[in-house]
């Protein structure tokens, strides 16, 4: 008997590992599992922009459809909230209003026009992004203002972004993640996707390069999908469980600044029908441009 509920007991434990691992602890984010919780209802919508002003406030359940969340105050916590057709900037002025945390947050398109010359529509730094999804836009994360405004480090965690061509093209530069005079920037379990198409071509699902003022990266588990490179990195810093989708560039999987990286880890993939990646192949660090 005794042997029988031990038994028991440790195939309970196996069955709650196994629920933890399909739960998302060991899981890439997706189009479906992140941004504003599933039968997520907003308590306040509204058209336009919304400005907070307050130190320390917290915005929670909000829907803004054509207008910009605008964060003119330090410390501010933004909690299941969907932008349609706008962004969230934390620098109205010329400094930072550093301290800024998203989460469960979701940023996609309204029915008026994108355009190639739309902004990031989150930014530009001393901010930390958490299970937020941003879809079928032109631009995603800005990580900027680091020497210029005053911006603090960038944390970008268990995200989904999706960047696609805008309605109007005709100079398109979209990114997933860019960095311009940015700031540290850690990234942890995101999946970046970068759709293209004819005459209509984006840069990187991530794009970190050299000689633009930025600063260093700490990776650990991100998933690049599409582009001319999926990965641009010109920066020092470590790269760990870099997932790169196989045949999605159009040049090449990786535009690196091999020298400067401490750390790789990198592999090639195919994704399953959940969006989850299988390795294929290592892929080594053998470029040295990241421009």
């Not at 196994?18 to 998302?24: F, K, Q």
């Not at 917290?58 to 105050?73: C, P």
């Not at 989460?103 to 529509?121: G, I, K, L």
């Not at 840069?203 to 998933?223: C, K, M, W």
């Amino acid at each position: 008997m005794a042997r029988a509920s031990t038994v028991a007991a440790v195939g309970i434990t196996l069955l709650f590992m196994l629920e933890a691992t399909a739960s998302g602890r060991d899981t890439f984010p997706t189009q479906a599992s992140a941004g504003t919780p599933p039968g997520w209802i907003p308590t306040k919508s509204i058209v336009g922009d919304y400005w907070v002003r307050t130190p320390g406030t917290v915005i929670e359940d909000l829907q803004i459809t054509d207008g910009d969340l605008i964060i003119d105050a330090p410390n501010v916590t933004v909690r299941r909230v969907e932008l349609r057709g706008g962004r969230i900037d934390n620098l109205p002025g010329t400094r930072c209003r550093n301290g800024l945390v998203i989460e469960d947050t979701t940023v996609t398109r309204s029915a008026r026009e994108t355009r190639d010359s739309n902004q990031p529509v989150i930014g530009t730094g001393g901010y930390t992004a958490r299970n937020v999804k941003i879809d079928n836009v032109p631009e995603g994360f800005r990580v900027g203002g680091g020497s210029d405004d005053g911006c603090g480090p960038v944390i970008i965690e268990d995200t989904y972004v999706r960047i696609v061509p805008p309605d109007v093209c005709r100079d398109w530069h979209g990114d997933g993640i860019q960095g311009y005079d940015g700031p540290p920037l850690t990234v942890r379990n995101v999946a970046l996707k970068l759709v293209e198409v004819h005459d209509c071509g984006g840069t990187a699902p991530f794009f970190y390069p050299h000689s633009q003022g930025n600063s260093s990266v700490e990776i650990d588990r991100l998933l690049v999908d599409g582009g001319g490179y999926p990965f641009r990195l010109g920066m020092r810093g470590s790269v760990r469980n870099l997932k790169i989708v196989d045949n999605s560039w159009g040049y090449g999987p990786i535009d690196v600044k091999c020298a400067v990286v401490t750390t790789w880890d990198a592999k090639i993939v195919v994704l399953d029908a959940q969006g989850q990646p299988i390795d294929l192949r290592m892929q080594p660090c053998n470029t040295e441009d990241g421009g």
